[in-house]
């Protein structure tokens, strides 16, 4: 297909529209599971009005193109096998189910080998923001997805499903005797291809497959459902259907007996014959039918086993159906049954939910996230002869009970339209791709200045920087080196310093509040936030330079590598619940072996209240080295102030909104807004209701007050300062007898404002 070019679509919000390459080795509604991830998603992308596209093997082009319309088909780029490698897909389908397993394994592979050169070029070609690559969906197999010049984003997975005890027979000899080294060869294989653990999100199921990640992705992993259902495709009996009434299935034989469905797979771990003979059991006692829908490796055997039992009267089978004919099934049957003894998910589960259908499943597996006594019926499978009867019991109970079977095909359905619908799986995903662009353009910001940085792997030697002092405050010419080595030094020492900022809204509120005069005279350092703080200096013969300037947006990446380095312990509190699952995310994906703990900055924050005990015991618990304030100022200082001696930490810094910035909850201005000293403009612009009162407002009740001391030939700190006198870095004198800021001082209205 041609790249599309053009400006990128502008969504109702203003920002621009997301572009997304959906990448899997297959794609295929017809032979059902993890094939058709790939495509539903890409589907519903576009049904959204994305601008997504789909890289797959060519194998799919015959079905895709009777799929899809012309439109979406143009959408669908094929990529071709390795050389020599195709047909170990074709006669691995010959193989007996372990070397077939093995096959597919390799097929996969090489699969995703041969698309990452498209994948580069389409990313390039049609700026492709991310790279979802959902499947495979094992948790255990490699991906050679990696530097691709856009995010990725991989899974959702669900894997590391094993038969029940009782029917580990089940399983092929090869895979009893590669069981023990698949996870030796999964951890190897993950080394040398590394997409996995370098992707920028991994999403997962359950906590069943995040212990099988590498060890570097699991905390960073976002739980998610791997599966989900397009309601308007699978109506209830008493909505439209997109099909016609003409595909519903022959019942003239049917007559008023109860009607039994299964859909899928004929493989041994579906458990099809366990079904069989449950069936024939019923048929002993009430009038029934059953319809398996579906195709495979065993059919031949089940159908012999139908007529072996008797029950080939009642038992049809209809081989592979489109998805519109499987949803009239689903309508038109009074039960659904799943007998499968592996499945992860159960995507044909929830369809049958979605059409309001009772459900009968195995107690096993992925079978137990969705089903429930609300829902439908979970069998035993702790033996095979148990597992039989409790079917048979379950299908003639609900056989029975037709007021039953509408109680739990509403709730069904209802649990389907809350927890398994697309759409809000999309919503969802859509928000992930935009956190894994923000973490990405962090990454590449930091990575843009690190040349000017001091280097992350050793502590900078550190001397005491020089002392400015203007407009009644101080600020200490550090630059990020200096800054870097106060930290170090503080550490080495056994210190507890802290480190705080001046930017012209400090410097308002400096003026306005005996506390934040008080905070500010007692902090170690002060260094320059903003370049009017370093334009103000010059104006009073307080010479600061550019390097003076020193912001966390700039900083903190750098520093958080050394700390990483240096195995210090960072203690963040502030945020929103929110805001700190994000973070988490960004941390990890970032520093993944960084030791990090949390508290949210929603709390009492009076010294003696239960909440602010909490935090501090949160604080000693950890024992971090550093500690990162992001409550807002003057919020912020006022809190580090009350209760510094308590303060379980060496390094204290106060940082605002820092939090908000990295994740993206706050628009990040761009990094060379910053020397140029215009930051401010890029975030009223983005924020003008909030901000404006900081960013003008302020300003201008400075003003006056600067031009006064400017002409009035103020050079110094005024009268305080040699009142206060000098303050070696470490002590610190109470603001208060009791600790606590009069609320009289606590007054700013801006205080939720990043610092």
């Known amino acids: 297909m041609e790249p599309r070019e053009g400006p990128y679509q502008v969504g109702s919000d203003g920002r621009q529209a997301q572009r997304v390459l959906v990448v899997g080795h297959y794609a295929s509604e017809r032979t059902g599971g993890a094939g058709s991830i790939p495509l539903r998603l890409f589907g519903r ?96 197999t490699p991906s050679p997805l990696r530097r691709l010049g856009a995010p990725v984003v991989m899974g959702p997975l669900n894997g590391g499903m094993e038969l029940p005890p009782a029917f580990a027979d089940r399983d092929s000899s090869l895979y009893a005797l590669t069981k023990a080294a698949r996870p030796v060869v999964a951890a190897v294989m993950n080394q040398i291809m590394r997409g996995r653990p370098e992707a920028d999100v991994v999403l997962v199921a359950n906590d069943r497959t995040r212990s099988l990640l590498p060890k570097s992705v699991r905390k960073s992993a976002i739980e998610i459902s791997d ?192 927890r398994y619908d697309w759409d809000v799986l999309v919503d969802r995903t859509l928000r992930i791709y935009a956190e894994a662009r923000t973490a990405r353009a962090g990454r590449r910001q930091a990575g843009s200045a690190r040349h000017e940085l001091p280097d992350p792997r050793s502590a900078p030697i550190f001397t005491s920087p020089d002392r400015r002092e203007f407009l009644d405050i101080r600020v200490d010419a550090l630059t990020v080196n200096g800054l870097f080595g106060a930290a170090a030094t503080a550490v080495a020492d056994h210190q507890r310093v802290v480190i705080a900022n001046h930017n012209l809204h400090s410097l308002y509120l400096h003026r306005r509040s005996p506390a934040m005069r008080q905070f500010f005279d007692q902090a170690d350092y002060v260094h320059a936030d903003g370049m009017w703080i ?3 200096a010059r104006l009073f013969k307080q010479p600061l330079g550019r390097e003076h300037r020193i912001t966390s947006l700039d900083w903190l990446g750098p520093f958080l590598e050394m700390a990483d380095r240096l195995a210090w312990r960072v203690f963040f509190l502030g ?4 805001v700190a699952e994000r973070f988490e995310l960004y941390i990890r994906a970032n520093y993944s072996t960084l030791s990090t703990g949390h508290h949210d900055g929603y709390f009492d924050a009076r010294p003696d209240s239960a909440g602010n005990q909490e935090v501090l015991a949160a604080i000693r618990t950890f024992a971090p080295q550093v500690l990162i304030v992001c409550m807002g100022m003057p919020r912020q200082e006022q809190w580090i102030h009350a209760n510094r001696s308590q303060l379980a930490a060496n390094v204290i810094f106060p940082l605002g909104g820092i939090m908000d910035y990295l994740v993206g909850e706050t628009a990040t201005p761009p990094r060379w807004t910053g020397p140029l000293g215009v930051e401010w403009a890029y975030r009223l612009l983005h924020d003008p209701r909030r901000l404006a009162g900081r960013y003008i407002g302020e300003p201008i009740r400075l003003a006056p007050w600067i031009a006064f001391r400017f002409f009035a030939g103020s050079r110094s700190r005024g009268p305080r300062a040699e009142a206060d006198g000098a303050k070696a870095p470490g002590t610190a004198q109470p603001m208060y007898p009791n600790g606590v800021v009069p609320m009289s001082e606590q007054t700013d209205p801006y205080e939720d404002n990043p610092a």
């Open 227 to 418: 599966i989900g259902v397009v309601l308007t495709s699978w109506p209830a009996p008493d909505e439209p259907s997109a099909a016609a009434d003409t595909a519903a299935p022959d019942t003239a034989t049917q007559g008023s007996a109860a009607r039994f469905l299964f859909v899928g797979r004929l493989v041994g771990w579906k458990g099809v014959d366990i079904l069989l003979d449950a069936f024939a059991l019923v048929r002993e006692r009430i009038p029934v039918s059953l319809e398996i829908v579906g195709d495979g490796p065993e059919r031949s055997a089940l159908a012999e086993q139908a007529v072996r039992i008797g029950c080939e009267a009642g038992v049809s089978f209809r081989g592979w159906l489109e998805p519109a004919d499987c949803a009239v099934r689903m309508r038109t049957c009074d039960v659904y049954v799943s007998p499968s003894l592996q499945e992860s998910g159960g995507i044909a589960v929830l369809e049958a939910m979605a059409c309001a259908r009772p459900v009968i499943a195995a107690a096993w597996g992925g079978h137990l996230s969705s089903v429930d006594e609300t829902v439908g019926v979970l069998v035993d499978v702790s033996s095979r002869s148990s597992m039989v009867q409790a079917l048979a019991d379950a299908m003639v109970r609900l056989a029975g009970d037709p007021g039953l079977r509408s109680r739990l095909g509403a709730a069904g359905r209802r649990r389907v339209s809350e």
């Open 534 to 536: 370093v334009h103000l």
């Open 575 to 578: 945020g929103t619940t929110s």
């Open 45 to 140: 992308l576009r049904a959204r009005g994305v601008e997504a596209w789909l890289l797959t093997h060519v194998s799919s082009r015959g079905e895709l193109r009777e799929l899809l319309s012309a439109a979406e088909f143009e959408r669908v780029i094929f990529a071709p096998s390795l050389r020599g490698f195709g047909p170990i897909f074709t006669w691995g389908e010959r193989l007996p189910t372990g070397l077939r397993t093995i096959a597919w394994g390799i097929t996969q592979l090489e699969r995703q080998v041969a698309m990452v050169p498209a994948i580069r070029r389409l990313v390039r070609e049609l700026a492709i923001d991310v790279v979802h690559q959902p499947i495979s969906v094992s948790p255990v």
